[in-house]
């Protein structure tokens, strides 16, 4: 399969822990963020998403995070699990460009 | 409903060669995106495709180009290989219809280029 991220920096949370995975983003224009999930050899999945007018959105296990003051985004996991062991970047956007600007990813390694 | 494929999955060049990478869309999506990914790094996105031109393009030199089909897949063209361009291609379809491009972008598995 494929290693994805073998210097990213790692997270080692124990089964059934919370989870945080932290991201600077770059540009304050920056209106729309996504966090994806990478496993060993796939491609990105698409996990949760947040537009710059919200603070905080929840999904199914997964909460997302946006400080735009200090251009931050978090993705908190409840109940890690060991299918959750991944890379995750985060992804931003900005209204005038379809391109996404990727985040050099943080590796989840689940132990139990 | 097949999800974004693309082929081939592994290929080795040599440098100064040249590649051709292969993209089928989500079924119903008219939307293509490619983003090279090296090892340890997140994507980066070289161009994007609709209504069969590019509409957009990442910091990639003129040697990456790309096409789109009436049947809305895609190609990407790497001329005069080198060393560095050694990684993991990825497409992404999605269903913009000239709009900005939402969540829902979905990735292929990627083509892993080796360029020796």
């Known amino acids: 399969g494929e290693n994805v991220g073998l210097h990213l920096p790692t997270l080692s949370v124990q089964e059934g822990d919370n989870s945080i995975i932290n991201c600077a983003y770059s540009?304050?224009?920056?209106?729309?963020f996504i966090w994806y999930k990478q496993e060993s050899g796939k491609g990105p999945q698409f996990i949760i998403d947040?537009?710059?007018?919200?603070d905080k959105r929840q999904g199914q296990r997964v909460t997302v995070l946006l400080n735009k003051t200090v251009k931050h985004l978090s993705l908190q996991i409840a109940a890690t699990q060991p299918g959750d062991s991944a890379v995750y970047f985060c992804?931003?956007?900005?209204?005038?460009?379809?391109?996404?600007?990727f985040g050099t990813g943080t590796r989840l390694q689940v132990f139990p | 409903d097949a999800g974004v494929t693309q082929s081939p999955t592994h290929l080795i060049k040599t440098r100064g060669q040249q590649v051709t990478l292969r993209c089928s869309p989500k079924?119903?999506?008219?939307?293509v995106s490619w983003y090279q990914q090296a090892l340890g790094q997140g994507p980066q996105f070289i161009f994007q495709?609709?209504?069969?031109?590019?509409?957009q393009r990442g910091n990639f030199p003129d040697r990456f180009s790309g096409h789109q089909f009436p049947n809305y897949s895609s190609e990407l063209n790497v001329n005069a290989l080198l060393l560095g361009d050694s990684a993991l291609y990825l497409c992404?379809?999605?269903?913009?219809?000239?709009?900005?491009?939402?969540?829902?972008?979905?990735f292929g598995e990627g083509s892993r280029l080796t360029v020796l």
């Open positions: 992404a379809s999605s269903l913009a219809g000239g709009g900005r491009i939402t969540g829902e972008l979905f």
């Open positions: 540009n304050s224009a920056s209106d729309y």
């Open positions: 947040i537009r710059s007018n919200m």
């Open positions: 992804a931003e956007n900005t209204w005038d460009t379809d391109k996404l600007i």
């Open positions: 079924s119903g999506h008219d939307t």
């Open positions: 495709y609709y209504e069969e031109e590019e509409r």
